[in-house]
Every structure is written in C-alpha cells, then in structure tokens.
C-alpha cells in the first residue's frame, strides 16, 4: 500500500510535501505530484503538511478520485523506479487523460 495524491493537487503543485518526504518518492508531472508507490515506506509525513488535502492512503481515496490512484500507477508504469526525485527533476508525462483535464479556473 501507499499513499496517493488526487485531484485537489491538479496546478497547485504546492511541493510541501517534497520538502516533507523522509525518502524523495514524491515525483513532479506537469499538472500535479505523484508519489512512488515502491519508494514511499508509508511514513505518512506528507499527508498533514498538503494545504489543499489532496493526499490519501490508498484504502482511503474518495470514490469521486479513485481513479488517480490509477494515474498514479501509470505514471510509474513509464517512468518505473528511478530511485529518488530529486535527480529525476520535473517528468512532462502526465497520464493523457489529466492532460486534458480543463485548467482550474475554467
């Protein structure tokens, strides 16, 4: 199990919780954050600090965001396991479908 971010993270891209993870799982798309689900030791450290609530235990996603925890799982599925964000920088490979998502604000 891990933790998931879901759609209140979708260009806010706050990254307090980069800053809070222990182990540099958390990875940056173009639209929102996505963390690795064989990196995170399921700490639990970013979860409090995301100031728009968008992160969940996996078990606990709300059904009206259960599929990021699909977009989470395809995002990894191309990038795969690089060991650490950090030296991977931003990764412009957002699942097509949050693409297309319309622009907060919109």
């Known amino acids: 199990m891990t933790y998931v971010i879901a759609e ?3 260009d806010v891209l706050d ?10 799982c958390i990875y940056e798309g173009d639209r929102m954050l996505y963390i690795h689900p064989d ?8 979860e409090p600090v995301c100031p728009v609530e ?3 235990y996996e078990d606990d996603v709300p059904d009206e965001w259960a599929e990021y925890t699909k ?6 599925d191309k990038l ?3 060991g ?3 030296k991977v920088g931003k990764v412009s490979d957002d699942p097509q ?8 604000g919109e």
């Open 8 to 10: 209140p993270c979708v």
């Open 15 to 24: 990254k307090a919780c980069i800053d809070e993870c222990p182990v540099d």
């Open 39 to 46: 990196e995170c030791v399921d700490c639990g450290a970013c």
């Open 54 to 56: 968008a992160i969940y």
């Open 71 to 76: 977009a989470n799982v395809d995002f990894f």
């Open 80 to 82: 795969g396991s690089p």
């Open 84 to 86: 650490g964000a950090s």
């Open 97 to 104: 479908w949050i693409k297309d998502l319309s622009p907060r």
